[in-house]
């Protein structure tokens, strides 16, 4: 079993900087490659990022490519989103994910974390 805890969300303006962090503790927590996800109102679940705890492999969505960059803390087995130049259209809830291969599809994630949300305000 991993357990992951997200953290860090909140509202912001437009053009503004968060950065989440993600927890992640089990027995086989390292031994996963995690990614972040996020679900706005309305829409689908969407992938937003990905990296592999050993090797730091990342893959990122088109739409955050250049703002948001993923990386990780071994010592701490936390993973964290640094979301600059932030637009109204990021405004979701954010989740975080363990599965066994970087990957943009969703449910080859076998554990997620309860969700943070992020506002941006125009």
């Known amino acids: 079993q991993v357990q992951l805890v997200e953290s860090g969300g909140g509202l912001v303006q437009a053009g503004g900087s968060l950065r989440l962090s993600c927890a992640a503790s089990g027995r086989t927590a390292r031994s996963y490659a995690m990614g972040w996800f996020r679900q706005a109102p309305g829409k689908e679940r969407e992938f937003v990022a990905a990296?592999?705890?050993?090797?730091?492999?990342?893959l990122y969505a088109d739409s955050v490519k250049g703002r948001f960059t993923i990386s990780r803390d071994n010592a701490r087995n936390t993973v964290y989103l640094q979301m600059n130049s932030l637009k109204p259209e990021d405004t979701a809830v954010y989740y975080c994910?363990?599965?066994?291969?970087?990957?943009?599809?969703?449910?080859?994630?076998?554990?997620w974390g309860q969700g943070t949300q992020v506002t941006v305000s125009s």
């Open positions: 990296i592999r705890w050993s090797g730091g492999d990342t």
């Open positions: 994910a363990a599965g066994t291969t970087v990957t943009v599809t969703g449910p080859l994630y076998d554990y």
